[in-house]
Structure formats: structure tokens, C-alpha cells
């Protein structure tokens, strides 16, 4: 038996665009199943559902995805295309995109930096200034 695990996104309308935004940065992704209510995605071969809800329910940063991301041009296109066209930066790596939804584009050496103890809290200093995350800042606190 099969049971598959994979988020539901409520949108007020904008599932089909949401899922062709989010196809449009991810690599291996593709639009699985679409109609007007639902439609099936993979991001990265990973499998999401976007509905049609209506303006019901909003999101908020209780649920966020989080982007590993292994060097700064990563970081850079990630938060530069998520943020596009009305997303907005939050602090310590975060954001949201035009839909509302909460990202987390995070270098993959945070927790190496964080597990220094001579490092820590220099880094922890430097990344709580931070909006969008910058490795070298980060290696060099």
C-alpha cells in the first residue's frame, strides 16, 4: 500500500499560475494533472497540490518551505526569482512570494558555521542582520 504524503497549497483562484511560477524556477518540475480546481505539480520531483479554494484562508509563516541552497548564486536565484513581482524579503533568509507563501533560502554551511563554538556567535550576530543569506559574510563573522 501506498501512501503518499505531499502538501496541499489553497489558493484564492491562482493555483494553475502559482504552480507554472513555481515550475518555472525549480529544475525536474512539471505539471502533472490540472483543472479548474486542483492542480498536481512536482517541484524537484517533489509532488504538491494546488487548489482553488477561494479567499478563505491566507498563508502565513506557520508553514514554510526551506531551499538548501550549496553556494551564493544559488541563494541569488532563488531569492531574486521568488521574490519577483510583488514577493516580499523578510529577515534571517526568509521570504514571501507574490502568492503569499513563506520560503527559507538557507546555505547548506549554516550548521557547520553555528556548530563552531568559536564561531557561533559571530555568525548568529551576522545572519540575524541579514535579509537574504551571504555565505561569504557569514564564513568571514
Not at 124 to 131: E, H, I, N
Amino acid at each position: 500500500m501506498k501512501n503518499e504524503i505531499y502538501p496541499c497549497l489553497w489558493f484564492d483562484g491562482q493555483a494553475q499560475e502559482a504552480a507554472n511560477f513555481y515550475c518555472s524556477i525549480f529544475p525536474n518540475s512539471k505539471i502533472i494533472t490540472d483543472n479548474q480546481m486542483v492542480v498536481i505539480f512536482e517541484l524537484n520531483g517533489k509532488k504538491f497540490m494546488g487548489l482553488n479554494g477561494g479567499p478563505n484562508f491566507k498563508f502565513n509563516e506557520a508553514t514554510s518551505f526551506v531551499i538548501d541552497c550549496e553556494t551564493q548564486e544559488e541563494i541569488d536565484f532563488y531569492w531574486n526569482n521568488l521574490t519577483l513581482d510583488g514577493g516580499e524579503e523578510g529577515n534571517c533568509g526568509w521570504l514571501k512570494d507574490k502568492f503569499g507563501l513563506s520560503w527559507q533560502v538557507v546555505p547548506t554551511v549554516l550548521p557547520k558555521l553555528l556548530s563552531n563554538p568559536d564561531k557561533a556567535q559571530s555568525v548568529m550576530q551576522a545572519f540575524m542582520k541579514m535579509k537574504k543569506f551571504d555565505i561569504a559574510a557569514l564564513e568571514n563573522a
